[in-house]
């Protein structure tokens, strides 16, 4: 049995260092506490939660693992958890969203994530190729429930691509922690041997307990665009026969995903599978909104976008830097009031027209005139 539970906060009375950062607000009136304390150390902060780099190693050529030291308020993250992530670039703040790779509990009480530079990504080339130790970044508290169940009934299996491998390896690394592996399948695609993340851990953990099974399919350097067929029921029924009574999770690009999907959904099995997406599922071509002006009444900004831009995209044209996190309508950073017209969620393209409706302005297309409360 697997049981895992989050640490959850006291609801007892104020700890000792509540009481001292309270009256340490007084005595520093006008100026935050928060600018004595970083003085001390950057972790400490009673406003939000901050963490101090202190390794990055390479996994790939274009993959490098954070290890980062969360400060004080950081609340835990389970297994196959993603966290925000927010760095300063350039004198402006970035938020990202990525997924927890380490075991839920580290004896150091480090965190990591494995990050994956894409062509022309700005966060992720800066943490891969350009961030040092000793950064300071800001955290969000963990979040997601791509994560294991807490009492185990059958046999799991992971089918991943890519980097879709880093929240299955928290999962694989928290399981090893507390035990052997036993009744375990991980099915992974990668372009090369060489962009395998985590390649020599996994053949190592495979060694080192039985009862895990890593298959890796290599797609070549035109790489795994056309995962919907190179995921056959052929190779699953080889390599994991009792696919069907096993849980699933998959991770990975857009086509291996409804691959996977449209797999178990004709099995009847839909329930038993577990879906984490690093990019949107989007309408087909030609659905979005049409597009129209976008005012940001509280900023007083205007802006003419087509159907296919969304309205952060549109914000940060105009010259706003609103919050946001995963930009992929997960982690809700960045939703703000709709005051008129009428946006499209360009996931599955639903309106959204009522007065005060809440927007996610990371997956929102206008269609038509909009006004927005940013």
Same mark, same amino acid.
């Given at each position: 049995?697997?049981?895992?539970?989050?640490?959850?906060?006291s609801?007892s009375?104020?700890?000792?260092?509540?009481?001292?950062?309270?009256?340490?607000?007084?005595?520093?009136?006008? %100026?935050?506490?928060?600018?004595?304390?970083q003085?001390?150390?950057?972790l400490?902060?009673?406003?939000?939660?901050?963490?101090?780099?202190?390794?990055?190693?390479?996994?790939?050529a274009?993959?490098a693992?954070?290890? $980062?030291?969360?400060?004080?308020?950081?609340?835990?993250?389970?297994?196959?958890?993603?966290?925000?992530?927010?760095?300063?670039?350039?004198?402006?703040?970035?938020?990202?969203?990525?997924s927890?790779?380490?075991?839920?509990?580290?004896?150091?009480? &480090?965190?990591?994530?494995?990050?994956?530079?894409?062509?022309g990504?700005?966060v992720?080339?800066?943490? $891969?190729?350009?961030?040092?130790?000793?950064?300071?970044?800001?955290?969000?508290?963990?979040?997601?429930?791509?994560?294991?169940?807490?009492?185990?009934?059958?046999?799991?299996?992971f $089918?991943?691509?890519?980097?879709?491998?880093?929240?299955?390896?928290?999962?694989?690394?928290?399981?090893?922690?507390?035990?052997p592996?036993?009744? $375990?399948?991980?099915?992974?695609?990668?372009?090369?041997?060489?962009?395998?993340?985590?390649?020599?851990?996994?053949?190592?953990?495979?060694?080192?307990?039985?009862?895990?099974?890593?298959?890796?399919?290599?797609?070549?350097?035109?790489?795994?665009?056309?995962?919907?067929?190179?995921?056959?029921?052929?190779?699953?029924?080889?390599?994991?026969?009792?696919?069907?009574?096993?849980e699933?999770?998959?991770?990975?690009?857009?086509? %291996?995903?409804?691959?996977?999907? #449209?797999h178990?959904?004709?099995?009847?099995?839909?329930?038993?599978?577990?879906?984490?997406?690093?990019?949107?599922?989007?309408?087909?071509?030609?659905?979005?909104?049409?597009?129209?002006?976008?005012?940001?009444?509280?900023?007083?900004?205007?802006?003419?976008?087509?159907?296919?831009?969304?309205?952060?995209?549109?914000?940060?044209?105009?010259?706003?830097?609103?919050?946001?996190?995963?930009?992929?309508?997960?982690?809700?950073? &960045?939703?703000?009031?709709?005051?008129?017209?009428c946006?499209?969620?360009?996931r599955?393209?639903?309106?959204?027209? #009522?007065?005060? #409706?809440?927007?996610q302005? &990371?997956?929102?297309?206008?269609?038509?005139?909009?006004?927005?409360? %940013?």
């Amino acid at each position: 049995m697997f049981t895992q539970t989050p640490s959850a906060p006291s609801a007892s009375s104020p700890k000792p260092f509540d009481r001292l950062a309270r009256a340490a607000s007084r005595l520093s009136w006008p %100026l935050p506490v928060d600018a004595f304390l970083q003085l001390v150390d950057p972790l400490w902060s009673s406003t939000s939660v901050r963490g101090r780099v202190e390794a990055v190693i390479p996994e790939t050529a274009r993959a490098a693992t954070l290890v $980062v030291r969360p400060g004080r308020g950081w609340q835990g993250h389970r297994a196959g958890q993603w966290v925000g992530i927010g760095i300063d670039i350039d004198g402006v703040r970035h938020r990202r969203c990525y997924s927890l790779t380490g075991p839920a509990e580290r004896a150091d009480g &480090c965190i990591t994530i494995t990050v994956q530079s894409v062509p022309g990504g700005l966060v992720s080339n800066h943490l $891969v190729h350009r961030t040092t130790p000793g950064t300071i970044v800001h955290l969000d508290q963990a979040s997601g429930d791509f994560v294991l169940p807490e009492a185990r009934t059958r046999g799991l299996l992971f $089918v991943t691509a890519g980097s879709g491998i880093t929240p299955v390896m928290g999962m694989l690394r928290t399981l090893a922690a507390v035990g052997p592996i036993e009744d $375990v399948t991980v099915l992974h695609f990668a372009r090369t041997e060489a962009e395998v993340i985590f390649g020599a851990e996994l053949a190592a953990l495979a060694d080192q307990h039985p009862g895990l099974t890593v298959d890796v399919a290599l797609t070549g350097e035109a790489g795994p665009g056309d995962l919907s067929a190179r995921f056959g029921t052929e190779r699953l029924a080889a390599r994991c026969p009792d696919w069907a009574e096993r849980e699933v999770w998959a991770c990975g690009p857009a086509t %291996l995903l409804a691959a996977v999907e #449209d797999h178990w959904a004709s099995a009847d099995l839909a329930e038993r599978l577990h879906v984490e997406r690093f990019t949107p599922l989007t309408v087909a071509a030609g659905e979005p909104g049409q597009g129209g002006r976008i005012r940001f009444t509280r900023s007083d900004r205007e802006i003419v976008v087509d159907g296919r831009t969304t309205v952060l995209e549109a914000a940060e044209q105009a010259g706003l830097l609103p919050e946001s996190g995963c930009r992929m309508g997960i982690c809700h950073t &960045c939703t703000r009031a709709l005051e008129a017209g009428c946006v499209r969620d360009k996931r599955d393209g639903r309106l959204q027209r #009522d007065a005060g #409706d809440i927007v996610q302005i &990371c997956v929102a297309t206008p269609a038509g005139d909009v006004e927005i409360d %940013l």
